[in-house]
T-cell receptor, first 110, second 113 residues
Framework: ETGVTQTPRHLVMGMTNKKSLKCEQH?????MYWYKQSAKKPLELMFV???????ENNSVPSRFSPECPNSSHLFLHLHTLQPEDSALYLC?????????FGPGTRLTVL | GESVGLHLPTLSVQEGDNSIINCAYS??????FIWYKQESGKGPQFIID?????DKRQGQRVTVLLNKTVKHLSLQIAATQPGDSAVYFC????????????FGAGTTVTVRA
């Protein structure tokens, strides 16, 4: 369907847990992104990586920690999250203006 | 703050009719605009884009219109089908921000049979 995959698709975690979201793109793009999508709100850009270097951290709390080991993989490490962090987390990649999105991970924090 | 917004959060359309989804933006420096469609359980998918040196662009059953004077963007869907039911987002890119896109909140389109 798309060249961007995300795992897991659904995740339920407690506030004391540590988990990681994974994103992989098969499009040969140089830039990768993490977005948070909450109900009735615009997509919120969290992090941008360009050629594996983080170029943007949009005032995201430190309980979210991104990692980009290479230009095809992007992780979002989660620890001590809050219930308000429950949302759909979307990964995207791009070579230019057009961004290609993965299906997202539906995260629920209990 | 949010620089891109949509006029209406929901739109109900009769199957076969044309749909018009509107978007207003406030950043006059924006030079690239894009429409995405997001179906339930999926990530946003590209529909059509337009650069600021154009005022109209057509795709398959879709047309994007850009009015830079009033900072308005619209997406027209011809002969709306049940598969067009989704949330539609507009987004803008400002040249100086390279790859960064700013998104609106989205319009939920429901197609009535």
């Amino acid at each position: 369907e798309t060249g961007v995959t995300q795992t897991p698709r659904h995740l339920v975690m407690g506030m004391t847990n540590k988990k990681s979201l994974k994103c992989e793109q098969h499009l040969g793009h140089n830039a990768m992104y993490w977005y948070k999508q909450s109900a009735k709100k615009p997509l919120e850009l969290m992090f941008v990586y360009n050629f594996k270097e983080q170029t943007e951290n949009n005032s995201v709390p430190s309980r979210f920690s991104p990692e980009c080991p290479n230009s095809s993989h992007l992780f979002l490490h989660l620890h001590t999250l809050q219930p308000e962090d429950s949302a759909l987390y979307l990964c995207a990649s791009s070579e230019g203006n057009e961004q290609f999105f993965g299906p997202g991970t539906r995260l629920t924090v209990l | 703050g949010e620089s891109v917004g949509l006029h209406l959060p929901t739109l109900s359309v009769q199957e076969g009719d044309n749909s018009i989804i509107n978007c207003a933006y406030s950043n006059s420096a924006s030079d690239y605009f894009i429409w995405y469609k997001q179906e339930s359980g999926k990530g946003p998918q590209f529909i059509i884009d337009i650069r600021s040196n154009m005022d109209k662009r057509q795709g398959q059953r879709v047309t994007v219109l850009l009015n830079k004077t009033v900072k308005h963007l619209s997406l027209q869907i011809a002969a709306t089908q049940p598969g067009d039911s989704a949330v539609y987002f507009c987004a803008e890119n400002v040249r100086s921000n390279d790859y960064k896109l700013s998104f609106g909140a989205g319009t939920t389109v429901t197609v009535r049979a």
